[in-house]
């Protein structure tokens, strides 16, 4: 089982990233996809995070309205579109999925992904 963070780089104040998940090993059409991030020198916190199998996505409030989370089932990918990119954005962002967990606690989710660093500059 294997879940791929990819999609960051570098962007201006105010521009967009789209990152991607992708998962392998087996089918995560039925999980709970979380997106966290960890800044420089902080803890890593949530983002969001999406039901596959409905659809319904949360979001933590600093990202609200700028980011949305989707999903491709036919890719075994969850996507993280970020708009309105802010220079506190700047963290390394990993995904995770857990198949009964849909809350905000990283612990709580049983695969991760690798991370992939957004830089955002003003």
């Known amino acids: 089982v294997q879940l791929q963070a990819y999609g960051g780089g570098s962007a201006q104040a105010g521009g967009s990233l789209r990152l991607s998940c992708a998962a392998s090993?087996?089918?995560?059409?039925?999980?709970?996809m979380g997106w966290f991030r960890q800044a420089p020198g902080k803890e890593r916190e949530f983002v969001g995070n999406?039901?596959?199998?409905?659809?319904?996505?949360t979001y933590e409030d600093f990202v609200k309205g700028r980011f949305t989370i989707s999903g491709d089932n036919a890719k075994n990918t969850v996507y993280l579109q970020m708009n309105n990119l802010r220079p506190e954005d700047t963290a390394v962002y990993y995904c995770?999925?857990?198949?009964?967990?849909?809350?905000?606690?990283?612990?709580?989710?049983?695969?991760w992904g690798q991370g992939t660093l957004v830089t955002v500059s003003s």
């Open positions: 995770a999925a857990d198949r009964v967990y849909s809350g905000a606690t990283d612990y709580q989710y049983a695969y």
């Open positions: 090993g087996r089918d995560f059409s039925n999980y709970v």
């Open positions: 999406i039901n596959r199998r409905t659809g319904s996505a």
